[in-house]
């Protein structure tokens, strides 16, 4: 309920977020069959043995995975990639994995697209493969594709060092967070931990 009520106030529809929660399927599948499988007391639903300790492994698997993946739907569709790379440097990652991470979503369109054009390509030239051992001319685009965006990342790269390239992309500006931004981002942590608090004292 406190991760829906951001999402209204992020002015996220709910279609918007059920198509990315589609996402967690296979985790929800391999949680439904945890009681039927699992062992220990068993319990009758429905004229169904399902097993209690299942149910609770079942329920935590499927709790935390749309919980943390509502979180990450929010946070992907209210923050700028640039400002996500920005704050995990404050918190201390590694720039090196920061850098990769940011060319690695910079440049998935431009891979995608250099997939395409050589897709288009083979198919122009007639290949139509039916059989597994067809399947040389993909492997050999793969490799090609590989060569090529190693070659170009490398190109970058230099571009980018002779232009003054530390390490990190430049964000434009340093933003100042106002206290009430603050206030307002820990209220959600804090109401979390006000019921889990309560959940532990009726315990």
């Known amino acids: 309920m406190l991760l829906a009520g951001v999402a209204r106030l992020s002015q996220l529809s709910p279609v918007f977020v059920a198509r990315r929660l589609v996402v967690e399927t296979p985790f929800v599948l391999f949680a439904v069959f945890l009681p039927l499988i699992g062992r220990g007391e068993r ?26 993946l509502f979180t990450s739907i929010i946070l992907g569709a209210t923050t700028t990639i640039a400002e996500i790379l920005h704050g995990l440097e404050h918190l201390h990652m590694p720039r090196l994995i920061t850098a990769i991470t940011g060319f690695m979503v910079r440049y998935a369109d431009l891979i995608t697209g250099e997939m395409t054009r050589m897709r288009i390509a083979r198919e122009s030239r007639g290949y139509n493969p039916r059989w597994f051992w067809q399947a040389r001319a993909v492997a050999a685009s793969a490799g090609a594709l590989f060569i090529r965006s190693y070659e170009r ?10 232009r003054g390239y530390s390490g990190s992309m430049p964000l434009g500006h340093d933003p ?6 603050w206030a307002a981002a820990l209220t959600l942590p804090a109401l979390a931990a006000a019921v889990a608090v309560f959940a532990w004292a009726i315990r």
């Open 176 to 181: 100042v967070v106002p206290v009430n931004q």
């Open 43 to 68: 319990l009758d639903v429905l004229g169904v043995s399902l097993s209690v300790d299942g149910l609770w492994a079942a329920w935590n698997i499927l709790i935390k995975a749309t919980l943390g």
């Open 153 to 162: 990342g490398e190109r970058v790269y230099l571009a980018m060092v002779s």
